[in-house]
């Protein structure tokens, strides 16, 4: 079989510096390269990490992440744009799997027979009775029109959380399967990096296991302002970029990092006491199941998508964090827990068993085996 995957184009492959798409794309293909799947990709590929020597066609990465709204808008409509006239240059292929609504939209209104299609679902959103903030009404627009011109002309609508996959069924998507978030989970485990990153903490200026890590865009949709609060308890060493890095540079117990290397995020990972993921809107989080990974216990609000990964004390944590004085209690108690070392190993458990690139690409090709044309 050849599946050819076109990526949103955003930034190379792998994404060193951020790009969960690129992410969930770049370990699905290598995987399945792995079995001896021929796998093509529609994107940038960095060619010291090729080693599984998948096919790439080149499309201008923007190679600038993360952005906020509405600077978005424009970006993915230009991505898009590049990823489909990079498509066209691919020649037929058995499977081809979708990631981005513009040039997913493109590519099936000039379909070449003989093609499988699948699409993957990565942008969560609100009912629109629960968030009328315009970051949400694109969200809520995009969905919709990628329901018309992209889920019901593909075989498959893979999702990556069983609560989205819920809820866009019972909104007319008949075709949508859950795709567990695919983990690299022998580069993100404690054997690699726990207890090696006396030179990184200290340039930081924190030490091993007595600060909590928070990684993502420093904005108020994925909790950045409620870092503050926590640091009132522990130092938390901050990784990414957002508009509210300059307002929490200014407290003394956040480590604002900025955007760093793969490796040196894998490091301050898996030396953390805790890692924090505090989104009010998010699918099953990459920095959530990679802190799991590395066998870091997880804090993180109790959305519903994080409830699917996380069973609450025994492989990680959930705080209400629309409760300001609730929230800082509970995490006061779950720092001083003696249990913190097992629920980490019960978490790296979870995840193995759960989102390893083998586990997931064995039902994504399961799945693919049954499209007309495969």
Sequence with gaps: MRILFVSPNLVPMPP?????????????????AK?????????????????????SFPALSYNLFP????????????????????????????????????????????????????????????????????????????????????MRKVGVVFVPSRYYCRLIRGMGVGNAVYLPQVVDTLFFSPDRFAGRGSGVLSEVGV????????????????????????????????????????????????????????????????????SLNLSQLDMVSYTLLESMSCGVPVVASSIPTFREAIREGENG?????????????????????EQLEEVGRKARDYVVKNHSPEVCARIFLNYCRTLRGA
Aim: proline share 4%; charged share 25%.
């Design 35 to 55: 079995d001896g799947v021929e796998t093509a990709v529609v994107g940038n590929i960095l060619p010291r990490y090729n080693e599984n020597n998948i096919t």
């Design 16 to 32: 060193l510096f951020g790009g969960a798409i690129e992410e969930h794309i770049w370990q699905l293909a290598n995987a399945l």
């Design 317 to 337: 944590y959930l705080i209400n964090i629309h409760d300001a004085k609730a929230m800082l209690h509970r995490f006061r108690e779950i720092v001083k827990q």
């Design 67 to 150: 952005l906020e709204f509405p600077r978005v808008i424009p970006l993915h409509l230009f991505q898009g744009l590049r990823s489909y006239r990079a498509y066209r240059k691919a020649g037929e292929y058995d499977v081809v799997s979708l990631h981005e609504e513009v040039s997913s939209a493109l590519i099936l209104k000039s379909t070449r027979g003989g093609m499988g299609y699948v699409y993957t679902f990565h942008n969560p959103f609100s009912r629109l009775g629960d968030d009328l903030s315009p970051d949400n009404l694109l969200r809520y627009s995009s969905f919709t029109l990628s329901r018309w011109a992209v």
């Design 207 to 274: 030490e091993e296991r007595k600060y909590a890590v928070f990684v993502g865009r420093l904005s108020f949709r994925k909790g950045a302002h409620l870092l503050p609060l926590l640091s009132r308890v522990i130092d938390v060493v901050a990784v990414g970029e957002g508009p509210l890095r300059r307002s929490l540079s200014r407290y003394p117990n956040i480590r604002c990092v900025g955007r760093v290397s793969r490796d040196r995020m894998a490091m301050l990972l898996s030396n953390a006491l805790v």
